[in-house]
């Protein structure tokens, strides 16, 4: 089987590129363009697996190419589509940056498939920000979608709907979205972790400011209806979140999918604060976070974390790392980085 990751070097699909190696996908090619992400990852994943994956320098924003990889690959069975751009607070700065690269990235990839004459499978990278602003938690996967409150999250909710469209008038095309709430940690091995060229998520700026390399770390708003007042999400480890893409391919290669579009929600399950994922940081990491309460950021919305039944029922997985855990491997991993 011949599994293309699109945006693969980055931090999720490197970590699923190490899952997918070591459970037997042999044939893996990694396209990405390296807007935010380094080619050393590459080797991180050789180290861990053994193994090399092909490696094409491709931007799926532009459709030759595109055609130009599936002309030079012409026998790819599945697609797992991680390229985009990630950051709520930059796409409501930047919002036609975030359109233009997440749609035309995923309409390119779509036009490719309705091209094709052969069955291919697609996993698409989607987000808890395509629930808006929840009625009621935890969320399930069958409440409604909802406006997001971003750029970056109606990219996620509009390419759901281009692949949901794109399916009914596609016999041989299905797809599953893994609506990720909020991925942390490092691989345990500490070969590849999270490095991005930009820096906008909560942890990877907590870890710096522990070494020394920011000064203060903000806390975006402490007047939301949450018990300590500060925002409330799902925080999921890396290497769980990676495990639950092979088992969406085995479904879609086994044929075992009820319908030809399934959705399920990857987090643990709880929500934790900001406060306390700082302080359950200095508790594991032994160091002092100098911290400050800063005005809300726009975009954030106060609370949101995953029911889970449905992954854990269909998919038969399970999310088996803690809080203390992720962020364990997250502070290691940002002492030992080796990109
Ligand atoms: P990341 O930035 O580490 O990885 C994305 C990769 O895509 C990078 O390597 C980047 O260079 C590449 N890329 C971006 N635009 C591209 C393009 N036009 N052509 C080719 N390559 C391109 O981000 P990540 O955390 O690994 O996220 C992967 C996917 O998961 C994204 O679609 C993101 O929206 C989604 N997601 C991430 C999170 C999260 O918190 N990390 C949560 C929900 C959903
Ligand atoms: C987490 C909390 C911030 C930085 C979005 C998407 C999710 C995933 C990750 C990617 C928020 C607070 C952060 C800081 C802070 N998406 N924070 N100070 O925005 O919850 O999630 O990005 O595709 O699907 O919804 O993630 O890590 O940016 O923020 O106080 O310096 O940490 O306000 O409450 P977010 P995050």
């Known amino acids: 089987m011949n599994i293309l990751l699109t945006g693969g070097l980055g931090y999720i699909g490197s970590h699923v590129a190490v899952e997918l190696l070591s459970k037997g996908y042999d044939n893996v090619i990694i396209a990405d363009n390296l807007s935010n992400s380094k080619i050393e990852a590459l080797k991180g994943i050789e180290r861990i697996t053994g193994k090399r994956p092909k490696f094409e320098l491709v931007d799926f924003r532009y459709k030759d190419q595109v055609f130009d990889l599936f002309n030079k690959y012409q026998d790819i069975n599945a697609i797992i589509h991680f390229a985009a751009f990630k950051a709520?607070?930059?796409?409501?700065?930047?919002?036609?940056?975030?359109?233009?690269?997440?749609?035309?990235?995923?309409?390119?990839?779509?036009?490719?498939?309705?091209?094709?004459?052969?069955?291919?499978?697609?996993?698409?990278?989607?987000?808890?920000?395509?629930?808006?602003?929840?009625?009621?938690?935890?969320?399930?996967?069958?409440?409604?979608l909802k406006e997001p409150t971003s750029p970056y999250g109606k990219t996620k909710l509009f390419s759901e709907y281009a692949i949901m469209d794109t399916i009914k008038v596609l016999e041989i095309f299905n797809a599953i979205s893994l609506r990720?709430?909020?991925?942390?940690?490092?691989?345990?091995?500490?070969?590849?972790?999270?490095?991005?060229?930009?820096?906008?998520?909560?942890?990877?700026?907590?870890?710096?400011?522990?070494?020394?390399?920011?000064?203060?770390?903000?806390?975006?708003?402490?007047?939301?209806?949450?018990?300590?007042?500060?925002?409330?999400?799902?925080?999921?480890?890396?290497?769980?979140?990676?495990?639950?893409?092979?088992?969406?391919l085995d479904r879609l290669f086994d044929n075992k999918n009820q319908d030809k579009y399934e959705a399920f929600n990857?987090?643990?399950?709880?929500?934790?604060?900001?406060?306390?994922?700082?302080?359950?940081?200095?508790?594991?990491?032994?160091?002092?976070?100098?911290?400050?309460?800063?005005?809300?950021?726009?975009?954030?919305?106060?609370?949101?974390?995953?029911?889970?039944?449905?992954?854990?029922?269909?998919?038969?997985?399970?999310?088996?790392?803690?809080?203390?855990?992720?962020?364990?491997?997250?502070?290691?991993?940002?002492?030992?980085?080796?990109?």
């Open 88 to 144: 709520v607070a930059e796409s409501i700065e930047k919002p036609l940056m975030y359109y233009e690269n997440n749609l035309f990235s995923t309409i390119n990839l779509l036009s490719i498939i309705k091209s094709l004459k052969y069955k291919i499978h697609f996993v698409f990278s989607s987000s808890c920000t395509v629930y808006g602003i929840p009625d009621k938690l935890p969320v399930t996967e069958d409440m409604p």
């Open 180 to 248: 990720y709430f909020n991925p942390i940690g490092a691989h345990h091995s500490l070969e590849i972790g999270e490095s991005p060229l930009k820096t906008y998520n909560l942890v990877p700026i907590l870890t710096q400011v522990a070494t020394g390399k920011r000064k203060e770390f903000l806390i975006f708003g402490n007047d939301y209806p949450t018990p300590d007042g500060t925002p409330i999400r799902d925080y999921i480890h890396i290497e769980d979140l990676a495990e639950a893409h092979v088992l969406a």
């Open 266 to 339: 990857l987090g643990v399950g709880r929500g934790y604060s900001v406060l306390e994922v700082v302080k359950t940081f200095e508790k594991v990491s032994g160091k002092k976070i100098n911290y400050r309460i800063a005005p809300r950021r726009p975009g954030d919305i106060a609370e949101i974390y995953a029911d889970t039944t449905k992954a854990n029922k269909i998919l038969g997985w399970k999310a088996k790392y803690n809080l203390e855990d992720m962020l364990k491997t997250a502070w290691l991993w940002e002492i030992n980085k080796k990109f």
